[in-house]
């Protein structure tokens, strides 16, 4: 099923809701289709009431674009027809009964790409031309408006407005008769540096988990798709009109990329600064180290992309079966530190010192430790108080027999020393079976 989601309002209510219908319809016929075992005699039904309600949202749009006098309107008429002519001449294989289904879902599946390009790449831009021309500021400034706090992502904008500046500017030159040459090179410029920026963005989202990564897609593929189109060789057959057509172009590329801008791009950026928020509140309490914090979220994030995108590559198993070999490994009865998150929320992204119990290669069995400081009180049934070195250094520590756990050795944080334990190993193990087990010494 398609959805029409967010991304594809163009705060026209009318025509946001007749975009709406024309998403029902197609997910309707799609529906019919994989319930209905002969679609033969239902597709022609199905597509005349698709032709019939298209014809009459495009009469509506087309008035409302005339009525506001939008510079648009030639091209949404010329896709309009495109999209009446692909119904028109339909022609559904009846060889048999899945050539049937096949050919119609074939054409359903085209007709919902045309619509999504449609919308994020032409109806996305009705009204906001004529703005663009209205204003008394430069159009082709980078102004803060346009600004996302973002310095990549601000830093790649810019230069996208001067490309587009730069191709208005020679349009403009009248002393140049023979533009075609140089407009082409700017626009295939303005294509590949977009491509570019688009790769830049994406990239930019995957990593923060964007929840809009999919939206933005879709709309910078419809962009895309639309600087492919442009076909400059028609402007030979022109002549008066390569000027206003040319123009034209520009106010559209001018107007989708603001647009695009304040609508959607400064969303990542409240995206980030709601993280930001929090770091700051959470510093701001004083309870909480959120440098350690992010440091230590730093460390495990490279520790991942050193997995996924050099042991994986490197050895190019399944990553299930692709293993973290560390350089060195803690022995039985020594302490070491893993990243295990012992507790919610004090601990969320932090490891402990821990007590290695057993060894079984690619696992250890662990008991967390935690300091025991001048006012921590007497240890507990499931607890045990032990004595340990770090360095030359005597420390105390409290294991914590509740939380026992097998952890896999990549949880290992190699960056701190492994503690040598003073307490007597047996004194540990007949502690663990009297209070786990129910044992004693005997046993």
Same mark, same amino acid.
């Given at each position: 099923?398609?959805?029409?989601?967010?991304?594809?309002?163009?705060?026209?209510?009318?025509?946001?809701?007749?975009?709406?219908?024309?998403?029902?319809?197609?997910?309707?016929?799609? $529906?019919?289709?994989?319930?209905?075992?002969?679609?033969?005699?239902?597709?022609?039904?199905?597509?005349?009431?698709?032709?019939?309600?298209?014809?009459?949202?495009?009469?509506?749009?087309?008035?409302?674009?005339?009525?506001?006098?939008?510079?648009?309107?030639?091209?949404?008429?010329?896709?309009?027809?495109?999209?009446?002519?692909?119904?028109?001449?339909?022609?559904?294989?009846?060889?048999?009964?899945?050539?049937?289904?096949?050919? *119609?879902?074939?054409?359903?599946?085209?007709?919902?790409?045309?619509?999504?390009?449609?919308?994020?790449?032409?109806?996305?831009?009705?009204?906001?031309?004529?703005?663009?021309? &209205?204003?008394?500021?430069?159009?082709?400034?980078?102004?803060?408006?346009?600004?996302?706090?973002?310095?990549?992502?601000?830093?790649?904008?810019?230069?996208?407005?001067?490309?587009?500046?730069?191709?208005?500017?020679?349009?403009?030159?009248?002393?140049?008769?023979?533009?075609?040459?140089?407009?082409?090179?700017?626009?295939?410029?303005?294509?590949?540096?977009?491509?570019?920026?688009?790769?830049?963005?994406?990239?930019?989202? #995957?990593?923060? !988990?964007?929840?809009?990564?999919?939206?933005?897609?879709?709309?910078?593929?419809?962009?895309?798709?639309?600087?492919?189109?442009?076909?400059?060789?028609?402007?030979?057959?022109?002549?008066?009109?390569?000027?206003?057509?040319?123009?034209?172009?520009?106010?559209?590329?001018?107007?989708?990329?603001?647009? !695009?801008?304040?609508?959607?791009?400064?969303?990542?950026?409240?995206?980030?600064? #709601?993280? /930001?928020?929090?770091?700051?509140?959470?510093? #701001?309490?004083?309870?909480?180290?959120?440098?350690?914090?992010?440091?230590?979220?730093?460390?495990?994030?490279?520790?991942?992309?050193? *997995?996924?995108?050099?042991?994986?590559?490197?050895?190019?198993?399944?990553?299930?079966?692709?293993?973290?070999?560390?350089?060195?490994?803690?022995?039985?009865?020594?302490?070491?530190?893993?990243?295990? &998150?012992? &507790? %919610?929320?004090? #601990?969320?992204?932090? &490891?402990?010192?821990?007590?290695?119990?057993?060894? *079984?290669?690619?696992?250890?069995?662990?008991?967390?430790?935690?300091?025991?400081?001048?006012? $921590?009180?007497?240890?507990?049934?499931?607890?045990?108080?032990?004595?340990?070195?770090?360095?030359?250094?005597?420390?105390?520590?409290?294991?914590?027999?509740?939380?026992?756990?097998?952890?896999?050795?990549?949880?290992?944080?190699?960056? /701190?020393?492994?503690?040598?334990?003073?307490?007597? /190993?047996?004194?540990?193990?007949?502690?663990?079976?009297?209070?786990? %087990?129910?044992?004693?010494?005997?046993?």
């Amino acid at each position: 099923m398609y959805e029409f989601t967010e991304d594809c309002m163009i705060h026209i209510p009318q025509i946001d809701e007749e975009h709406r219908k024309l998403f029902q319809i197609i997910n309707d016929a799609l $529906s019919l289709v994989k319930t209905t075992e002969d679609i033969s005699g239902i597709a022609q039904s199905l597509l005349l009431h698709l032709k019939d309600y298209a014809n009459t949202h495009f009469a509506h749009e087309e008035a409302y674009m005339e009525q506001i006098h939008d510079p648009e309107l030639p091209l949404q008429k010329k896709e309009h027809a495109e999209f009446a002519e692909k119904i028109n001449s339909f022609i559904l294989d009846k060889s048999s009964k899945e050539a049937a289904r096949a050919s *119609f879902e074939e054409l359903l599946s085209y007709l919902v790409r045309w619509l999504y390009h449609h919308i994020l790449s032409s109806d996305m831009m009705i009204g906001k031309m004529s703005a663009v021309e &209205g204003t008394s500021e430069d159009p082709f400034a980078f102004t803060d408006k346009y600004k996302t706090g973002i310095d990549l992502v601000d830093k790649e904008h810019r230069r996208l407005f001067e490309i587009i500046k730069e191709t208005n500017d020679l349009i403009q030159n009248d002393l140049l008769h023979d533009k075609y040459d140089e407009i082409m090179r700017l626009l295939v410029k303005l294509k590949d540096y977009t491509q570019f920026h688009f790769a830049d963005e994406e990239m930019l989202m #995957e990593k923060m !988990h964007y929840p809009e990564l999919a939206a933005q897609k879709r709309a910078h593929t419809a962009f895309v798709e639309r600087l492919v189109e442009i076909d400059l060789s028609e402007l030979d057959d022109m002549d008066n009109n390569q000027q206003t057509y040319l123009l034209e172009l520009i106010q559209f590329l001018l107007g989708w990329l603001s647009n !695009h801008i304040i609508g959607m791009d400064k969303k990542i950026a409240v995206y980030m600064d #709601e993280m /930001k928020k929090s770091l700051k509140n959470l510093k #701001e309490t004083e309870c909480y180290d959120v440098e350690k914090y992010t440091y230590s979220l730093l460390h495990q994030t490279r520790q991942l992309e050193y *997995f996924y995108c050099q042991l994986v590559e490197e050895e190019n198993p399944e990553p299930d079966q692709t293993y973290y070999h560390v350089s060195r490994r803690p022995m039985v009865h020594q302490m070491a530190y893993f990243n295990i &998150g012992r &507790g %919610f929320p004090k #601990e969320l992204m932090d &490891g402990h010192w821990c007590y290695v119990l057993k060894d *079984f290669g690619s696992k250890m069995l662990v008991i967390p430790c935690t300091s025991i400081k001048e006012d $921590s009180p007497e240890a507990t049934e499931y607890e045990l108080d032990i004595r340990a070195k770090i360095r030359k250094y005597p420390i105390r520590s409290r294991m914590q027999l509740s939380d026992m756990r097998v952890v896999d050795l990549q949880r290992l944080d190699i960056r /701190k020393r492994f503690c040598n334990v003073i307490t007597d /190993k047996k004194e540990i193990e007949n502690h663990i079976k009297h209070i786990i %087990f129910d044992e004693d010494d005997e046993y």
